[in-house]
């Protein structure tokens, strides 16, 4: 069996993905302030092969009919929390080969000093990093940020010239050779090897040198997880690792199957992007256990602080809806994945549903040697090539996983028994930079296609 791609999806936050369960006894999430805390689950995720670890972010919280119930507060729905991206060079320093993947949003960051940023990262952490490039729908960050909220596509549009942009400036600004750093003949760069890039875009620009030298990948691999016909489009022209979101099996094939399709029509090869979706698993010596541990965490549950988390991803109050209207007339400005997931549901099942998921994928309970079985099944089922984990608890969660289920993995060939060498998109593709067939790739000099 193929090896599979291992992330950890986490939030330098108080909760993740199930709305309450910070308050469970074997929740450490309250930790998330101490550096301590994430470099011993960094160390974990490194001594189970983990590819990488994923931070996900977004400066809002929620907000429904303009307020933000108390229950937000209460129960820590996506407030407080931290800034994810200062983590990664102590966890860098903290570990050899686990990767880090990042969220930054092409609504509200501006490209130029986003791509001096990732450029760092890469650099310091030796070329172990990925940029998770969301839209941001949040009336709450537009407000943050004393913007006007951006209608659904458009968002997509600017994203592709921020990309466009981040591309010249990482790609096109310094060729390959420019960096001297010659003490003898005290030359550290070649000025005619670094180029002023020029940007004039629809929403975006730019003219000016980059002032990185080029880093490790040059270019972050590029990781997305929109799941709208736009959103889809977006990956398919740029993505490398695709967070995908489906409720089954059959719903996750369709979508591999579209994306690698997609890609190809952009004239990429649907080899060079990968897709993942997210899983958890609850494990115990019988199945019956691990039913009953799942019961105990999803019994923290907090049903309106779920609620007002899915008003905050979505612009929907599921509570407002006729619990019998069908999902698939509802319509929204907000993030269109939570929603066309339920495109089949009426309300109340797809309410009763986000309650128990979240925005988790598989929630898989057994053994190890059952789990094992099963995630091989679903990566036969679905041609996925890996997955985000979604612990319940942390560190507990992962340890499950690491000490228990990753051996039964490795025994059916679908885990590395070592780490190889080499950057993220190394590991991935086998190659450190994007290849010829990606859009970025234009922009190299030599190859510039225009402002
Ligand atoms: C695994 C996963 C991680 C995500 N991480 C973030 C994130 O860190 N920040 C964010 O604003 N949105 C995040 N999203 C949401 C998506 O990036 C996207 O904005 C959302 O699905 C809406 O896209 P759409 O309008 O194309 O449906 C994540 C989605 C998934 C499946």
């Known amino acids: 069996m193929k090896q599979i791609i291992l992330g950890a999806f986490e939030i330098n936050g ?25 470099i011993e689950l960094a160390r974990l995720l490194e001594r189970g092969f983990f590819d990488f670890l994923f931070l996900a972010d977004s400066y809002g919280y929620p907000s429904l009919g303009g307020e933000t119930p ?23 320093a903290a570990t050899e ?100 890039v020029v940007h004039e875009g629809p929403y975006y620009r730019s003219t000016g040198y980059f002032n990185c030298e080029p880093s490790p990948q040059r270019v972050p691999v590029l990781v997305q997880a929109g799941a709208s016909a736009t959103g889809r489009a977006f990956a398919a022209a740029n993505a490398e690792l695709v967070f ?28 060079s992007v990968k897709t993942i979706s997210g899983l958890s698993v609850v494990t115990a010596p019988t199945r019956e256990e691990a039913e009953r541990k799942l019961d105990d965490y999803l019994s923290y549950v907090d049903p309106e602080a779920a609620r007002v988390y899915y008003a905050s991803m979505t612009g929907i109050d599921l509570a ?22 339920y495109k089949d549901s009426t309300v109340r099942e797809a309410t009763a549903d986000f309650l128990r998921r979240g925005m988790r994928e598989f929630i898989l309970t057994g053994t190890p040697q059952e789990l094992a079985e099963e995630i091989g099944r679903l990566v036969e089922d679905t041609g996925l090539d890996g997955f985000n984990y ?33 950057t993220f998109r190394e590991r991935l593709f086998g190659s450190a930079h994007l290849p010829a067939d990606h859009p970025a790739a234009q922009f190299r000099p030599g190859r510039e296609a225009g402002a």
């Open 320 to 341: 407002a809806l006729d619990p019998d209207a069908h999902f698939s007339t509802v319509r929204t400005e907000g993030g269109r994945t939570q929603v066309e997931r």
């Open 244 to 271: 995908l979101q489906g409720k089954d099996a059959p719903m996750l094939r369709e979508q591999v199957a579209d994306l690698r399709r997609r890609a190809g029509e952009q004239g990429r090869d649907p080899d």
């Open 14 to 38: 108080v909760n993740l993905t199930s709305q309450g369960v910070w308050a469970h006894p074997d929740q450490h999430t309250h930790r998330y302030k101490d550096l301590s805390y994430w």
């Open 70 to 92: 108390e229950v937000a507060f209460r129960q820590a729905v996506e407030i407080p929390k931290n800034d994810p991206m200062l983590l990664i060079p102590a966890l860098a």
């Open 390 to 422: 979604t612990p319940f608890v942390s560190p507990g969660s992962y340890a499950d996983l690491v000490d228990d289920v990753i051996p039964e993995l490795q025994k059916l060939g679908l885990v590395r028994e070592n780490y190889g060498r080499g």
């Open 97 to 196: 080969h686990l990767s880090f993947a990042v969220t930054s949003s092409s609504t509200f960051e501006q490209p130029y000093a986003n791509a001096r940023r990732f450029a760092t990262l890469d650099h310091l952490t030796g070329g172990r990093i990925a940029w998770n490039v969301v839209t941001t729908s949040s009336a709450v960050v537009a407000d943050l940020f004393g913007r006007e909220p951006v209608a659904h596509d458009e968002r997509y549009a600017m994203a592709q010239d921020f990309l466009t942009l981040s591309y010249k400036l990482l790609e096109g600004s310094w060729e390959d050779g420019s960096v001297l750093a010659d003490k003898a003949a005290r030359r550290y760069a070649d000025p005619a090897k670094i180029h002023q």
